[in-house]
């Protein structure tokens, strides 16, 4: 049986803004995604992961994404990665690991594109990892490909944010097979795969490895637009770059996704929102709450 997130759930494992702190008490999340093909939805994944008050947030893409970054986002950093068949190249592998490992969360996927390189880029930077993961959109797809899912060295958690397509891909299943039991799929999934899987869409389901399930209950078919997914991936993998476990971050960053979702639909209506109009809803929701 799914646990129904709450308010109170979100309020009470946020991390507490004491007045001595910096922004090293916020943790270092680095973001890997983006390609010549797909170069919004590293932008969008960058201001997810800053928006939840993330100390540092690190965008490693191309140049020419680094430089609409720098436009959008003066305060995310910027990693510059060298480019192969038109995304990040293969044999950055080690050099991004090495970046992430020296902060606190890692999150790949949005925007990488789905090509050979990306293929090997992936897993090798998964297993090179130190640092809690998330993996998302391209990165998924990779996975779907491998006979074994990688994990981060060292017992690192790993989640994984799913759409029922991605889903299937994972797990062979059709979309109507997973759909009719979607609880079910997801906690069988964490379990075997030792990983924290949100399964996305109506009522987004979390699922840890120990078997807990969690129900979203927030949100509203105006986040069926792509890009939704990239800001979700940021604020998840910022979550975590700030000391939430990995089944509290993906709880904490779907319920406010969506709660924030909520907001843009009474504001704009759900034909009008737009997934970036989520930061300011997303303010709100922490002004009201007094964070």
Same mark, same amino acid.
């Given at each position: 049986?799914?646990?129904?997130?709450?308010?109170?759930?979100?309020?009470?494992?946020?991390?507490?803004?004491?007045?001595?702190?910096?922004?090293?008490?916020?943790?270092?999340?680095?973001?890997?995604?983006?390609?010549?093909?797909?170069?919004?939805?590293?932008?969008?994944? =960058?201001e997810g992961a800053?928006?939840?008050?993330?100390?540092?947030?690190t965008l490693a893409?191309?140049?020419?994404? &680094?430089?609409?970054?720098?436009?959008?986002?003066?305060?995310?950093?910027?990693?510059?990665?060298?480019?192969?068949?038109?995304?990040?190249?293969?044999?950055?592998?080690?050099?991004?690991?090495?970046?992430?490992?020296?902060?606190?969360?890692?999150?790949?996927?949005?925007?990488?594109?789905?090509?050979?390189?990306?293929?090997?880029?992936?897993?090798?930077?998964?297993?090179?990892?130190?640092?809690?993961?998330?993996?998302?959109?391209?990165?998924?797809?990779?996975l779907a490909k491998?006979?074994?899912?990688?994990?981060?060295?060292?017992?690192?958690?790993?989640?994984?944010?799913?759409?029922?397509?991605?889903?299937?891909?994972?797990?062979?299943?059709?979309?109507?097979?997973?759909?009719?039991?979607?609880?079910?799929?997801?906690?069988?999934?964490?379990?075997?795969?030792?990983?924290?899987?949100?399964?996305?869409?109506?009522?987004?389901?979390?699922?840890?490895?120990?078997?807990?399930?969690?129900?979203?209950?927030?949100?509203?078919?105006? &986040?069926?637009?792509?890009?939704?997914?990239?800001? &979700?991936?940021?604020?998840?993998?910022?979550?975590?770059?700030?000391?939430?476990? =990995?089944?509290?971050?993906?709880?904490?960053?779907?319920? &406010?996704?969506?709660?924030?979702?909520?907001?843009?639909?009474?504001?704009?209506?759900?034909?009008?929102?737009?997934?970036?109009?989520?930061?300011?809803?997303?303010?709100?929701?922490?002004?009201?709450?007094?964070?």
């Amino acid at each position: 049986m799914a646990k129904l997130l709450s308010a109170a759930f979100v309020w009470e494992r946020l991390p507490a803004r004491r007045a001595e702190t910096s922004k090293g008490s916020f943790g270092h999340v680095l973001l890997a995604a983006g390609s010549r093909a797909y170069r919004g939805a590293p932008l969008l994944c =960058a201001e997810g992961a800053a928006r939840v008050g993330t100390g540092l947030v690190t965008l490693a893409s191309l140049e020419q994404i &680094l430089n609409a970054a720098v436009v959008r986002l003066p305060e995310c950093c910027l990693f510059p990665c060298h480019e192969a068949e038109g995304g990040i190249a293969a044999d950055e592998a080690v050099r991004l690991a090495e970046k992430a490992n020296a902060g606190t969360a890692l999150a790949a996927g949005p925007g990488l594109g789905d090509t050979a390189n990306t293929r090997a880029l992936v897993p090798a930077l998964v297993r090179a990892a130190k640092v809690p993961t998330v993996l998302d959109a391209d990165a998924l797809n990779v996975l779907a490909k491998l006979p074994v899912l990688p994990h981060p060295a060292g017992g690192a958690p790993l989640i994984l944010t799913p759409h029922p397509g991605e889903m299937a891909r994972l797990t062979g299943l059709s979309v109507p097979e997973i759909q009719a039991v979607r609880a079910e799929t997801a906690a069988r999934y964490a379990a075997a795969q030792n990983c924290v899987l949100v399964l996305k869409g109506s009522h987004t389901v979390i699922a840890a490895p120990d078997g807990t399930v969690y129900e979203n209950p927030t949100g509203n078919p105006g &986040l069926a637009c792509g890009g939704s997914g990239d800001v &979700l991936t940021g604020m998840i993998a910022g979550l975590l770059a700030q000391g939430l476990t =990995a089944v509290d971050a993906a709880c904490c960053g779907v319920w &406010l996704h969506g709660a924030a979702a909520d907001l843009s639909a009474k504001r704009l209506g759900q034909y009008g929102m737009l997934p970036h109009d989520i930061f300011s809803d997303l303010g709100r929701l922490f002004a009201e709450s007094g964070r």
